[in-house]
């Protein structure tokens, strides 16, 4: 069993003292050492790779490095924007799969970054961009249920958020198999992350308001299909989330699918100063339709 420091506020250091660009952040376990992706902002909104961290205990991190790098033209260069990395291990391929969201840098492109890797150290290549099915996509989480099957969440504001089943490879989407709005709330929900637990599905998102916080949602189903509940908050109402916007709920047993412990990881956004924004690190609790942060 992992033993878990829980933070609250913290502006994560690496091992080197650094401040850890974990932002936007996904996080897997490989082999028993967790892994993070994270927007590198140490100097502004524009791509500077991906940075990746290791933890034996999310709590402490060893820095790795640049794992996807800035690419001289075209996408992913220094005059794009590139946010929300997050790392699948396909089981069929046994190949690692970075998803991204890319911009041309005025958010009219809206397309998912597609990278590959045979170590989830990297380094990562970049393949390709791609639309879903024509949609939009901006922000994306990512969900690999326990028979192996991939999925990619991707917030469209035309029509909502969509879950989308992945390829037998994971480099393509075969099937949409969600598409929600939120309840009472025209759009879906952006910084999307989907767990499992006890046979049900929680769905959590963040309304669309910039870099302000609000009081973010989750939705439940017993199938990735639907019907999904009514989205509800599940932070104190008026908290805003305590501040924060929500990046990964982390399985903390070994395992994932049948934990009994959950963390919640966030970001508390400063737009002047995005390098430097913390996380929220908190325990959160999963009991059937009743979720509390």
């Known amino acids: 069993m992992t033993t878990v420091t829980m933070k609250g506020v913290s502006l994560a250091l690496d091992d080197h003292g650094q401040v850890a660009q974990l932002h936007g952040l996904g996080i897997q376990c490989f082999g028993g050492t967790y892994y993070a992706y994270g927007e590198n902002k140490a100097n502004g909104n524009r791509f500077q790779g991906v940075a990746c ?13 640049i794992v996807l790098g800035v690419r001289e033209s075209g996408l992913l260069a220094a005059d794009t924007i590139a946010e929300r990395p997050k790392v699948l291990r ?6 690692y799969v970075m998803y991204i969201h890319t911009e041309r840098g005025d958010y009219n492109y809206a397309h998912i970054g597609v990278a590959v890797a045979d170590n989830p150290l990297g380094p990562f290549r970049f393949l390709f961009s791609m639309q879903p099915f024509g949609n939009i996509s901006r922000d994306i989480g990512v969900f690999q249920d326990e028979d192996g099957a991939g999925y990619l969440i991707s917030e ?3 029509h909502g958020t969509h879950i989308y089943r992945l390829s037998g490879d994971y480099h393509s989407v075969v099937e949409d198999v969600a598409c929600e709005r939120g309840t009472n709330y025209e759009y879906g929900y952006e910084s999307p992350t989907i767990i499992r637990h006890e046979g049900l599905y929680y769905w959590f998102g963040s309304q669309l308001t910039g870099w302000e916080c609000n009081d973010n949602m989750v939705s439940t189903a017993t199938d990735l299909h639907g019907p999904w509940s009514e989205w509800r908050p599940f932070a104190p109402v008026g908290s805003r989330t305590f501040d924060s916007q929500c990046d990964v709920i982390v399985p903390l047993d070994d395992d994932q699918y049948h934990s009994t412990r959950f963390m919640y990881i966030g970001d508390r956004w400063r737009q002047s100063a995005l390098g430097e924004s913390p996380l929220v690190v908190l325990p959160i609790v999963l009991d059937g339709e009743d979720v509390a942060l």
């Not at 961290?53 to 490095?65: C, F, N, V």
Request: negative net charge; glycine residues 10%.
């Open 53 to 65: 961290y290791t933890s034996d205990d999310l709590a402490h991190w060893r820095s790795e490095g």
């Open 90 to 95: 396909c089981p069929s391929t046994g190949e």
């Open 156 to 158: 469209d504001r035309e």
